[in-house]
């Protein structure tokens, strides 16, 4: 569950970022408006269902959400993005950089680790188990 809570803290985190550049004056930009308006929306419903539902799916939806947001930034940042051209300065873009890099992180941990509890052993246990079956 504690993996669970580091990735909804690092999608609301992402999530917060980008209500606050929206509230700063992003919702005036043509296509940029809108998708930070759904990346803030978006961002806190994954986090309601990652601690709410124990489910593959918000996990799943959290690493998109993080490799979605932070390749957005990145093609902002090199080439451009709806007539946007970011810069790697400031907090806000170090905050929401590192967030949505622990969310992929995070999420993908979260996934690897249901998977194994859901197959009602440890990878060490399976182990001892093929390996006692071999005598």
């Known amino acids: ?3 669970r809570m580091l ?3 690092a999608v609301l985190v992402s999530a917060y970022v980008h209500l606050k550049l929206w509230l700063d004056g992003f919702r005036d930009l043509h296509m940029i408006g809108p998708a930070f308006m759904l990346n803030a929306v978006a961002g806190l419903v994954i986090a309601v269902a990652l601690v709410t539902w124990r489910h593959w ?3 799943l939806l959290a690493v998109g959400f993080g490799l979605s947001t932070f390749g957005a930034f990145v093609t902002s940042a090199t080439v451009g993005l709806y007539g946007v051209h970011e810069v790697w300065r400031g907090s806000y873009v170090l905050a929401a950089a590192v967030s949505e890099v622990v969310a992929v992180v995070a999420g993908v941990l979260v996934l690897l680790q249901e998977r194994s509890a859901s197959s009602g052993l440890e990878p060490e246990h399976r ?4 390996r006692a079956n071999l005598h």
């Open 57 to 59: 799916l918000p996990p």
């Open 127 to 130: 182990f001892a188990v093929r």
């Open 1 to 3: 569950m504690k993996m």
């Open 7 to 9: 990735t909804a803290v």
